[in-house]
């Protein structure tokens, strides 16, 4: 398989995985995903236009009230609505169940039919009802749920009535319904709270919907008042929802108009509203709480504290400014902990006292969700999907595309790019993208899925290269070559490319003195030195004979980048040498270098049943002459000026222009001294003697050329270019070359 291929199948079997797991751990997901959400954004602001009034044991103690607080005086009641509609609340919310009559209700209803804002908590009963065969016989059972109201005087008495069923712990909590199904259709707590909060803006969204919707506007109150009067909030908000729901383009072209600045004239904070009470209407009946923080994260008061007027003395002006806010009144989890009537949510553990969020907490928190319009939002379906297979598609291709440890590096950087991506939609829009599966399973099954494949890919993929390389190269040296190979082709190319060749002094004699066994082991080690500078500059070792090593650098185009690498390996190799020269005691191995590029042809070469995987063309044949040339001139790493064209960040030396032996083209050779930047005064001081000699010679001022050349000898003592043409010198001053003469040296030797 190609190795695009590989990749896609990788990241599209990564992209799959997602697609299976997603839908069937989406309780997982809510569990983990969802809480590790919520734990990393912590606490965030709460609506100020929310407030709770907290039924708690401070309340108990300080007003000697039994700890159940359906056993307290409901005339305590009536006068906390009181103080609360002469300071302004906008509605007033019990989260506490009046199912009996006492002997205080007439007081209590008459503060809620003043107020005119109030709602009361409904409560869902179940029962279980028999069913008969025609025979009279038990066919098996039917559980019905039925909505079960406060008792008549307090129930008529308030502006509406509302349910708001939460599941108990140990099960978390982290949806509620905005309309209560299973036959009753019954508006929530938060929602009908929502609505008569909304009534501010009543006559604003009525004029809207005139406009958008005029047959919707007729069948509703005509005024806010007129809802209050009626006390049909339940009924509104159930028609809106139903006209919402069947006619959706209605909503978003109010909406539209709404975000238009120019096409209603309505303050910024009633149009926020405005929004808001129309989204309300619109989507899913169940969403998911945006909690805000632990227990009282929520803006909560004692209830006690709100009983007091201003001629107390204790009277608090800013914990008792409930002007304009919704106060929702309930049961504190601190009360009665024992009895465990809050919810588990995200948050319970925060505090590290395991405490449960109320449920009048939970309600408010629904209702300031209502009031922003940021509940949490999952990925719908089809974007979830899709954002999990994206993700399994680019992880799973980073890492085939990757060697193990780079990908696994990578897969670590875009998981935390993921999570923080992730953490940031969720803390500043809601929205909920998935965590666990991307996470879990598919950075867990793209990683270690690759490195399967890429183990099974590349032990068979060894096998067939060594079988194949079999037919040219001994053992040994295919191993050197698994480790450090290009692709092979059968057929035989033309590339751009860069020879390097060395040869070892020496050799002959060395072999003559010591065991075949030691010299093996020896010119391993010596291969080894060879090798490790053209694998680090990504050069191929093409062939291996005796005492010398031919490398390549190929492209299909002139690259400086290829020529470069080529010279960093020459002055490493020559390094490496001198170091491994110096640590083996009597066996020294004085290496000679030479690098020329130009076009080549690479192929397989032979015949029958041994071939030779090897460059072919005037290169190899210039750059072996050039690697002669060093005898002459007493230097070990020679380059001609095809290599080191256009590359300045090396120091050279240019030699001349010589004819090889054999070759009918001349070429310019220069020594290869070191990097510029590792170079030292006293190679830069010979370079630029040598040239200001050359340039003599060049002139066929022999006795100017011999003095400078002399000079270079004392700079670097035994300089071979020096003396080399410290002789040529001499020659020519005895028979000058003539007049036409351009410096040319001739090579007869190899």
């Keep these: 398989m190609s190795r695009l291929f590989k990749i896609l199948t990788m990241g599209f079997l990564s992209g799959l995985l997602g697609l299976i797991l997603s839908p069937l751990l989406f309780d997982l997901e809510k569990n983990i995903g969802l809480n590790l959400l919520f734990k990393l954004r912590g606490s965030r602001k709460v609506p100020s236009d929310v407030i709770i009034v907290a039924m708690d044991k401070a309340t108990s103690d300080n007003l000697h009230l039994p700890t159940d607080p359906e056993k307290w005086p409901r005339y ?20 506490i169940i009046f199912d009996n009559a006492t002997k205080h209700d007439y007081l209590f209803s008459r503060a809620i039919a003043h107020a005119r804002n109030v709602v009361l908590c409904e409560w869902i009963k179940k029962e279980t009802i028999p069913l008969r065969d025609k025979n009279g016989g038990k066919a098996g ?46 508006p929530t707590l938060p929602v009908v709270a929502f609505q008569i909060f909304a009534l501010d803006v009543y006559d604003e969204f009525l004029q809207l919907l005139k406009e958008a919707a005029p047959s919707l506007s007729e069948k509703l109150p005509g005024d806010s008042n007129a809802i209050i009067e009626a006390k049909n909030v339940e009924n509104v908000i159930l028609t809106l929802r139903n006209f919402f729901e069947s006619n959706p383009l209605i909503a978003e072209k109010i909406l539209d108009k709404l975000k238009n600045e120019n096409s209603v004239s309505i303050a910024p904070k009633k149009k926020q509203l405005l929004t808001s009470f129309i989204k309300m209407h619109q989507g899913p009946i169940s969403r998911y709480l ?38 929702f009144i309930g049961l504190s989890e601190q009360l009665r902990p024992q009895h465990k009537d809050g919810f588990h949510t995200v948050f319970s553990q925060t505090s590290g006292l395991a405490l449960d969020i109320s449920g009048v907490e939970i309600a408010a928190t629904a209702f300031a969700n209502l009031l922003e319009d940021m509940p949490v939002k999952p990925l719908g379906l089809f974007a979830n999907l899709t954002s999990v297979f994206v993700w399994g598609l680019v992880i799973g291709s ?39 599966v991307p996470l879990m399973f598919q950075v867990p099954f793209a990683f270690f899925g690759t490195v399967l494949w890429k183990y099974f890919d590349k032990n068979r993929e060894e096998k067939n290269v060594k079988k194949a390389f079999g037919y040219y190269l001994p053992d040994n040296v295919v191993d050197q070559l ?7 082709k059968t057929e035989a190319q033309i590339v751009y490319g860069t020879c390097l060749i060395t040869d070892a002094e020496r050799y002959t004699t060395l072999s003559e003195t010591i065991d075949p066994q030691v010299l093996s082991n020896f010119m391993n080690e010596y291969y080894n030195v060879l090798f490790k500078p053209v694998r680090q500059y990504k050069g191929t070792v093409s062939d291996v004979i005796g005492d010398s ?11 400086t980048a290829i020529r470069n690498n080529a010279c960093l390996a020459a002055l490493s190799i020559a390094k490496a040498i001198y170091q491994f020269n110096q640590s083996s005691g009597s066996f020294q191995l004085p290496t000679r270098i030479a690098l020329h590029s130009g076009h080549m042809s690479i192929g397989n070469i032979g015949a029958i049943d041994h071939y030779e995987y090897r460059p072919i063309g005037d290169i190899v044949n210039t750059v072996s002459r050039l690697e002669g040339l060093n005898k002459y001139l007493g230097t070990y790493v020679l380059a001609s000026e095809e290599v080191l064209k256009e590359l300045n960040d090396f120091l050279t030396r240019e030699l001349g222009k010589f004819l090889l ?10 020594e290869l001294l070191s990097l510029v930047e590792e170079s030292t005064e006293k190679q830069r001081k010979l370079c630029a003697t040598f040239e200001k000699a050359l340039n003599a010679y060049r002139r066929q001022s022999w006795d100017a050329a011999t003095d400078i050349f002399y000079e270079s000898t004392k700079i670097s003592k035994h300089d071979g270019p020096s003396i080399f043409y410290l002789e040529l010198c001499k020659k020519y001053r005895d028979n000058p070359p003539g007049e036409i003469w351009d410096g040319l040296v001739h090579v007869n030797n190899k």
Aim: hydrophobic share 45%; net charge positive; aromatic share 10%.
């Design 290 to 327: 945006n909690f805000y923080g632990p227990p009282r994260t929520i803006s909560t008061v004692p209830y006690y504290r709100m009983l007091q007027t201003e001629s107390d003395t204790t009277f608090n002006k800013k914990m008792h400014d409930v002007k304009g806010k919704a106060v």
């Design 549 to 559: 090593m031919l490398a390549l650098w190929s492209t299909t185009e002139p690259d």
């Design 141 to 186: 059972q039917v559980g019905i749920e039925k909505l079960e109201s406060p008792c008549p005087t307090l129930a008529q008495a308030a502006v509406a009535l509302a349910p708001f069923p939460l599941p108990k712990t140990p099960i978390r909590v982290s949806q509620y319904w905005l309309i209560k199904t299973g036959g009753l259709d019954a």
């Design 398 to 436: 980073v890492c085939m595309l990757l060697s193990p440890v780079i990908s696994a590096l990578s897969s670590s950087i875009l998981g935390v790019l993921y999570v923080s991506a992730a953490y940031y939609q969720f803390k500043h829009t809601a929205v909920w993208y998935p965590l666990v």
């Design 76 to 95: 305590l009641h009536a006068e906390l609505i009181t103080n609360l509609f002469r300071q302004g609340a906008r509605v007033v919310v019990f989260d």
């Design 661 to 670: 032996a054999g070759k009918s083209k001349p070429i310019v050779v220069y």
């Design 482 to 488: 698994i480790k450090n190979r290009s692709t092979i």
